[in-house]
């Protein structure tokens, strides 16, 4: 059956696997890990993740290297950061061990859909927490699922390594100053959803959206963070209604690696002048250069890309994160475990 798959052409999609872990808290504890090769779940009507957004999901990638072996990046981070979602919407906290063996396990026995090197995708691994227990009245469930699954994938925006135009729309945002924007959790997608459609309705990959307080900073954009290149410095936003990307958490390791200042800090709007360049990044967006920012309530366009290609900094970034992904580069810091 993988000889079916085009992997060159996949896009960021779902496609069914062989199987996924499941681990069920009741009782006060979580179960043990059980394997499914359901793509169904059952669960009470009156689940608490359907009503009132107790849901939590995370986004990493294996690889393939050109060695053969099979290269899972920074899942510890993702375990924690999933752990912070979870006290962010009072779910019970799946423990960072579990996680790690069931997106172990989850990996390789679907080692058949890893993409091979060079194909330009890698194996999306997608864990969710739910609250699962029926409840009627607006508190957290004492019942939880976790799950993971896994689904080959291509580049996440169209135009994978090529700079897209993204845009500014003060009339929405995905998340409010003192809310949930810090959390991996499904309301913020939700929320962000009739502004993404907006901006592909007319020709943006994404929407920047600038800090719900006052509209003065750069937040992040629907699926990934910003950061902009000025002056041999990397800049990204310090912002509590942001997610703290992984992807960008790395990338000021391998800016600061390579001689550049690295600057996390409220960003203003303003600033976007004086850019050289500008990018989104995260797991399924990884770079994403931006070609230009169009500022649609004042009219103004900023323009960081006009021959269609990256920018040199942007370039070298991902280049070195992509070649630690994949083994191709040394990896200094421990971030990728192997599958074997
Ligand atoms: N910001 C948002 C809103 C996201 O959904 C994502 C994706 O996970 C990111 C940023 C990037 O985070 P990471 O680099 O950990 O994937
Ligand atoms: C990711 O980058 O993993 C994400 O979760 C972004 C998006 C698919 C929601």
Redesign the pocket.
């Known amino acids: 059956m993988e000889n079916a798959i085009n992997w060159s052409e996949l896009s960021f999609g779902y496609m069914k696997t062989d199987y996924n872990v499941r681990c069920w808290y009741r009782d006060g504890q979580w179960g043990e890990l059980e394997v499914s090769s359901s793509e169904v779940i059952n669960i009470h009507m009156s689940a608490t993740c359907l009503h009132y957004g107790q849901e939590s999901f995370e ?2 990638k294996a690889f393939r290297g050109k060695d053969g072996k099979i290269r899972v990046f920074r899942m510890d ?2 375990a924690k ?1 999933m752990q912070s979602s979870a006290r962010g919407i009072m779910m019970a906290e799946f423990p960072v061990e579990k996680f790690e063996e069931a997106v172990y396990k989850a990996v390789k026995l679907n080692e058949r859909f890893i993409p091979p090197y060079g194909s330009g995708a890698s194996l999306y691994i997608r864990p969710l927490l739910i609250g699962t227990g029926a409840l009627i009245g607006v508190k957290p469930s004492d019942e939880y699922m976790f799950l993971v699954f896994v689904t080959p994938v291509g580049p996440y925006f169209k135009t994978g390594f090529k700079p897209a135009p993204v845009c500014i729309m003060r009339s929405f945002d ?1 998340a409010a100053p003192q809310g949930t924007g810090c959390y ?1 959790v499904g309301g ?2 939700a929320a962000s959803l009739l502004a993404g459609h907006k901006a592909h309705e007319k020709g943006y990959v994404a929407v920047l959206y600038l800090d719900p307080k006052e509209k003065l900073y750069l937040d ?6 910003f950061f902009a290149i000025r002056e041999n410095t990397y800049i990204t936003p310090a912002s509590n209604s ?2 703290p ?4 958490k790395s990338l000021t390791q391998l800016a600061a690696d390579m001689g550049l200042k690295v600057e996390r800090r409220p960003i203003s709007v303003s600033e976007l002048s004086t850019f050289e360049e500008t990018a989104e ?5 990884v770079i994403t250069p931006i070609s230009q920012i169009d500022d649609l309530d004042e009219n103004r366009s900023y323009v960081y890309s006009k021959d269609g290609k990256p920018g040199p900094t942007c370039e070298k970034l991902y280049n070195k994160l992509f070649a630690i992904q994949t083994g191709d580069a040394p990896d200094p810091y421990g971030w990728v475990r192997i599958i074997e």
């Open positions: 986004g990493l981070e993702n950061r995905r991996k913020n997608y992040e954009c629907g699926p990934a963070n942001i997610l990307s992984i992807t960008n990044c995260g797991t399924a967006a």
